[in-house]
């Protein structure tokens, strides 16, 4: 089969499995339904929020009916409001709906770093994004409408992003590159954009736009490109969605393949439509006939009340195995006393054959009404297993509370099967409640995750284990979904290990600045109470004398610490005293310190990837108010039943799995085989003076200015925090996250863990140096990123789009001395081309594939360019010439022989230029 068509069937294969994550729109013919929109609740009450957010997201329905040829529009839209502003008889009570779960987020950063509008996005080409982020600034203030365009506009670019997976065609970081028929041209879609390079004079406050000049080597740090106002082309909202005459994506007719931006890197240089027209959206549309969308945009506006939460827990004779019971006591313990936010209401249920109210719904106000519903806890079990009796009451006690089920949520935890629990699957849809699963064991239903996907809940797993940290991970994800992080309970430290007997366990766990209220320490141990103390920062011991053991025998003690815990590193030492070794874990949690400062917080995710073979891949987010962390130690571990857990850490260093270098997202492939439920533990650690606050990516495009009639018209410089503000030093901190997966075994009986292919390098970078063409790339492994490939095959060609439709039959590369090293280290290749000479112009295209001893080969890596010097006949398409004349003089310097494949400008990176031409993450 040839590449192309592997390709073709690679990706007709990609659309079965886009996973949607949280988000519930609904596609419905061709009208988007139950488009979710939240705003924060730090957000001041404004009411102009509501009614921008309206005209913005009815203008982007015209906009996209028009952009993807009267395909698609939006019809219903729902906006959650914050509990803090006033309630009004028009907003409605939420039913599954949450802040957690919305496609676009309004809110505000805690430092302020501009208003540019993006969408946070992770995974790769047609791969779904997280949601959408406006701030308030851009939504009320219209002075920006001259940057970033009609609202409309801007919100059908990021949809574009959030929903089909695709990417920016601009790149700040390389405003111009150099053609195959060696022209210097801006990075843009499609190439028939008109404009000028154009250099920003400041002195002090006034500014004067002139000529770009040549450095030598390059256009002067700070060129950049600035449009036409009026022009003929039609493309790009993925480019500029601003410019009057952008109406469409790029398709395959127009788009720009040579440009060095996100879109070519993460698809394969492909068009925005193409990628489009493969989604499962665009396959279960069809083209509606008419000029305008057959419905207006309809809006709902709903509010965010208190939580009303049941537990509904399952007492069937199997929880009695396994310490089940106990163990499932101390982590609803820890839910009640720890992680239920204070205002909360929260009801108790078990279930075996029938199932019983333990406790109507109470108000958590205060450590007394947690301590008085944990005493309601269950402790003993026997019986069947109905799970749809479990539901009904826990939903009856929360009706008998609120008087209603809408906006509710169960905790329903089960370790057993239920051959009739899809008699109840109307009755939880009808319910408006969302359902939280929890599955305990090998053995819990199949079904189960079938209510928490209906109603939007969390699905969540915990194998079996002496002690029960695994369940206390499970409760401390079931936090509030409103967005109030200050109110939240945050996860900061969970372990379990075997202690010998006399043997310790001595760690640190780190309070950051961000954290510090209503922190616990809880230690459990599967046999006899071991030795423990805890010293904080400043030396002050904890002993047992100042934690809590539970009189019911509960194998577990909790120390609460007054106030605010002291910042810095907490020390806590355990020995097992017991003659032979036992299981003990420890789980700290913390809350936020101030309700001004975001903490620091961690969300870990896991899904599949969209090509094949389909491997796990995991996710990482560490962030702060929106900005991502850098520089963090990550590791994952994954766990299933009856198998020993694999850890693995994870990086943010845009190689393998990690699709962006330095956006807080660290990730990683797992080579899981076997189908079944995974359950996710992600551990993140911050130590002094690595941690740093990054930026975005994915932002609609900030327009530096525009020419019209011959004249050119700046906007206000984009406003940039200096680096020192920005990356903020956050200190150390610790935190950790779980979540899980349920994997159905393909049938395609890859059984054997060693079937993967190395992953597709996503990094190869050339350049040609004393007539000598170098490449480095960072090495996949044999198994996508572990291990190490056999081999490398590596090809080169004179035009790009051959290389990656015709690979096989390009000109090899001879690297068989090359032997492939670890997977994450970086690999150079240097070799002198047989079949040309390198003169002046020339430019080569260079693609690799890495080869593990099973003979399975990776994927065509994105294609590296190199140039050869540029002769000084370049220049760049403009309007009708009489007003400002710019010509690109390009000038030789002796002795100077590289010219690195992308010129790196960005008024960012003025200062560290030099350094970031050689920084192969800011390159394509
Ligand atoms: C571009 O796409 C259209 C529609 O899918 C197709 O008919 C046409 O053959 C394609 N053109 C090229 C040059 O691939
Ligand atoms: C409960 O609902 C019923 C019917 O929907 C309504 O008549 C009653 O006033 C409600 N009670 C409360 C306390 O909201
Ligand atoms: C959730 O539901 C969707 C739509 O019904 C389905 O495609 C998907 O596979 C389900 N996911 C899980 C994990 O059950
Ligand atoms: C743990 O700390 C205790 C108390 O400081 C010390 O006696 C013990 O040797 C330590 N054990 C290990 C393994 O470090
Ligand atoms: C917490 O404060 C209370 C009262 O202020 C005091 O009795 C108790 O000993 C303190 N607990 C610890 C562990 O310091
Ligand atoms: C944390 O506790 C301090 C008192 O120690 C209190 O002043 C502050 O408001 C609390 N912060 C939050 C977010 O509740
Ligand atoms: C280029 O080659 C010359 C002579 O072989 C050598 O002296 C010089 O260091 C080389 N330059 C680089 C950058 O490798």
């Not at 069937?9 to 596609?27: E, P, Y």
């Not at 790339?777 to 060609?797: E, L, M, Q, R, V």
């Not at 890495?850 to 006949?873: E, G, M, Q, R, Y």
Request: proline share 4%; glycine share 6%.
């Amino acid at each position: 089969m040839g590449v192309l068509r592997s390709l073709i069937f690679l990706l007709s294969f990609q659309l079965l499995l886009h996973v949607a994550k949280g988000s519930m729109v609904r596609l419905n013919e061709s009208g988007y339904e139950d488009l979710v929109v939240a705003i924060n609740p730090m957000v001041p009450e404004d009411t102009n929020i509501i009614l921008n957010t309206m005209t913005m997201i009815k203008d982007a329905s015209k906009y996209l009916f028009e952009a993807t040829k009267h395909r698609f529009f939006f019809k219903s839209v729902k906006i959650i409001l914050p509990k803090t502003w006033k309630k009004n008889s028009k907003y409605s009570r939420l039913k599954t709906e949450s802040y957690n779960k919305a496609d676009v987020i309004i809110a505000d950063p805690y430092l302020k770093y501009g208003d540019d509008p993006y969408t946070l996005q992770y995974g790769g080409c047609g791969m779904q994004g997280r949601y959408i982020h406006f701030t308030t600034n851009f939504l009320l203030d219209s002075s920006l409408l001259k940057v970033y365009g009609e609202r409309g506009r801007v919100f059908v670019h990021e949809w574009a992003h959030l929903r089909w997976g695709v990417f920016d065609e601009y790149n700040n970081n390389a405003p111009f590159y150099v053609s195959e028929n060696k022209m210097v041209e801006p990075t843009r879609c499609s190439a028939g954009v008109i404009g000028k390079p154009v250099f920003r004079n400041c002195i002090g406050n006034q500014c004067a736009p002139r000529e770009c000049q040549y450095d030598g080597q390059l256009y002067e740090a700070g060129c950049i490109f600035v449009p036409d106002v009026n022009q003929n082309s039609k493309t790009s909202i993925m480019y500029m969605q601003n410019l009057p005459s952008v109406v469409e994506f790029c398709d395959n007719s127009t788009h720009n393949a040579e440009a060095p931006n996100m879109q070519n890197k993460m698809c394969n240089y492909k068009s925005t439509w193409e990628v489009i027209m493969e989604s499962n959206d665009y396959h279960n549309s069809s083209v509606i006939n008419s000029l305008a969308p057959p419905f207006e945009t309809t809006f709902q506006l709903l509010q965010t009340q208190d939580r009303a939460v049941s537990l509904v827990l399952d007492v069937s004779g199997s929880m009695d195995l396994n310490n089940r019971i106990t163990n499932l006591r101390i982590a609803a313990d820890v839910f009640l006393r720890q992680i239920i936010e204070t205002g909360s209401r929260v009801g108790i249920v078990t279930f075996e054959s029938t199932a019983s109210v333990k406790s109507p719904l109470v108000q958590i106000t205060s450590d007394a009404t947690r301590q008085k519903l944990a005493q309601y806890l269950p402790t003993t079990a026997n019986g069947g297993t109905s799970i749809c009796a479990g539901i009904e009451k826990g939903l009856q006690i929360i009706t008998d509370a609120i008087n209603t089920t809408y906006g509710s949520e169960i905790v329903l935890l089960t370790d057993g099967e239920d051959s009739t629990m899809s008699t109840c699957r109307e009755r939880v849809r009808e319910s408006g409640a969302i359902i939280h699963t929890i599955a305990l064991g090998p053995s819990a239903a199949k079904e189960l995750e079938e209510f928490s996907n209906i109603t939007g809940g969390l699905q969540l797993y915990a194998v079996d284990g002496n002690v029960p940290s695994k369940l206390i991970e499970a409760f401390s994800e079931i936090k509030t979904g409103s967005g109030d992080i200050s109110e939240q309970s945050i996860q900061l430290e969970s372990t379990d290990q075997q202690v010998n007997s006399s043997g310790w366990i001595n760690n640190t766990v780190t309070i950051d600045k961000t954290v510090g209220n209503d922190t616990f320490f809880v230690f459990s141990w599967s046999i006899k109470q071991p030795i423990f103390f805890v010293r904080d920062p400043k030396g002050k011991e904890y002993g047992s004398s100042d934690f809590t053991v539970d009189s019911a025998n509960l194998r577990t003690a909790r120390l609460h610490i007054n106030g605010t815990a002291e910042v810095g590193d907490w020390h806590y030492y355990i020995q097992n005293d017991n003659a032979v070794a036992q299981n003990i874990s420890v789980a700290v949690t913390s809350r936020a310190a101030s309700s001004d400062v975001p903490p620091v917080i961690l969300q870990a995710y896991m899904e599949r990837a969209n090509i094949a073979p389909y491997p796990v891949v995991v996710y990482a987010e560490v962030s702060q108010n929106f900005l991502p962390v850098l520089g963090a130690t990550v590791v994952a571990t994954i766990e299933t039943d009856g198998a020993a857990a694999v850890s693995l850490p994870l990086f943010d260093n845009g190689a393998g799995a990690d699709m962006t270098k330095n956006d807080g997202i660290y990730s990683r492939y797992f080579a899981l085989s076997g189908g079944g439920r995974y359950s996710l533990k992600v551990s993140a650690r911050g130590r002094d003076q690595t941690i740093k606050l990054g930026r975005r990516q994915n932002k609609a495009l900030y327009i530096p200015g525009y020419i019209e009639n011959g004249k050119i018209q700046m906007n206000a410089p984009r406003p940039e925090l200096p680096d020192e503000e920005i990356q903020a030093n956050l200190g150390s901190f610790s935190r950790t996250s779980t979540s899980s997966i349920t994997l159905v075994n393909s049938g395609n009986s890859n059984s054997n863990s060693s079937d993967f292919p190395p992953c597709k390098i996503t990094d190869l970078d050339a350049y040609i140096e004393n007539e000598t063409i170098v490449l480095t790339w960072t090495a996949p492994g044999g198994d996508f990123d572990i291990g190490k490939a056999n081999h490398y095959i590596i090809k080169s060609s004179a035009n790009l789009l051959n290389l990656r439709d015709d690979f096989d039959n390009a000109a090899s590369v001879d690297s068989l001395h090359l032997i492939p090293q670890e997977a994450g280290s970086i690999e150079t290749l240097k070799f002198k081309p047989k079949n040309f000479t390198i003169e002046n112009g020339t430019i080569i295209y260079i693609a690799i594939r890495a080869v593990d001893d099973k003979n399975l080969i990776s994927d065509t890596s994105n294609i590296a360019k190199a140039t050869w010097f540029i002769p000084p006949k370049a220049s760049v398409p403009s309007g009708d010439d009489d007003g400002v004349n710019i010509t690109v003089i390009v000038a030789v310097v002796a002795g100077c022989v590289v010219l690195v494949c992308i010129i790196v400008i960005s008024t960012v990176c003025i200062l560290q230029n030099q350094k970031k031409r050689r920084d192969p993450a800011i390159r394509m």
